[in-house]
Structures are given as structure tokens and as C-alpha cells.
Nanobody
Framework: QVQLVESGGGLVQPGGSLRLSCAASGSFVSIRNMGWYRQVSGKERELVTSMTNGGSTNYADSVKGRFTISRDNAKNTVYLQMNSLIPEDTAVYYC??????????????WGKGTLVTVSS
């Protein structure tokens, strides 16, 4: 009984910025990893960035220096600050969380996605 809800997507001009949010709710023990993926129609879903509960991060080469991931563990929320956006960033962005349930299992959950469009 876990739900991830994203928000913050929209239309932005090249060079602009957006901030995405994703909040986890429901019944679970803890969240180990949280991150963001994106997908363009007809292409594979790709990892954008992720963060462990302890704060370790990784980024796709295409977004390094432009995107920043952060977490508020008390709120079970992950954020994605996107700066210097380019048209190639246009995609549906999905929140992802690796969640430990009461049976000590780690289960991967996905949000429904939020559309980011970078265009003039």
C-alpha cells in the first residue's frame, strides 16, 4: 500500500528551470533509494539521478552540472532541481523508490509520471 505522487512538470523555455517533487505515502518500513527516471515516446526509460537514504548520489552524464537531486527523509520526499534545460530534456519524468515492507522485502515503486516539455 505505497503510492508515489510527482508534481512540478510543465512547459519551460530552453535555459529555464523546473523543480519536481515526489512524495511517498502509505504503509512501509523505510525507503532505501529514491530517484528520477525519464522516458521519451518510443525510447527506453533511463535513469536521470538517484540518492540513497544516506545521501550518496549518481547522475546520468547528460544532466551532470545541470540537475540536482535532494531528499527530505522526514517527509519521504525527493526533489529534482532542473536548471539550464534543453529540448533534449523533454520527457515524462518518473519518480522511483526502493521501499522496504513489513516482510523485510525491498520493492520498487513508480509514480505515474509528470511531463516536462522544453521548447520555445
Amino acid at each position: 500500500q505505497v503510492q508515489l505522487v510527482e508534481s512540478g512538470g510543465g512547459l519551460v523555455q530552453p535555459g529555464g528551470s523546473l523543480r519536481l517533487s515526489c512524495a511517498a505515502s502509505g504503509s512501509f518500513v523505510s525507503i532505501r533509494n529514491m530517484g528520477w527516471y525519464r522516458q521519451v515516446s518510443g525510447k527506453e526509460r533511463e535513469l536521470v539521478t538517484s540518492m540513497t537514504n544516506g545521501g550518496s548520489t549518481n547522475y546520468a552524464d547528460s544532466v551532470k552540472g545541470r540537475f540536482t537531486i535532494s531528499r527530505d527523509n522526514a517527509k519521504n520526499t525527493v526533489y529534482l532541481q532542473m536548471n539550464s534545460l534543453i529540448p533534449e530534456d523533454t520527457a515524462v519524468y518518473y519518480c522511483n523508490a526502493e521501499i522496504r515492507n513489513y516482510f523485510s522485502e525491498f520493492v520498487n515503486y513508480w509514480g505515474k509520471g509528470t511531463l516536462v516539455t522544453v521548447s520555445s
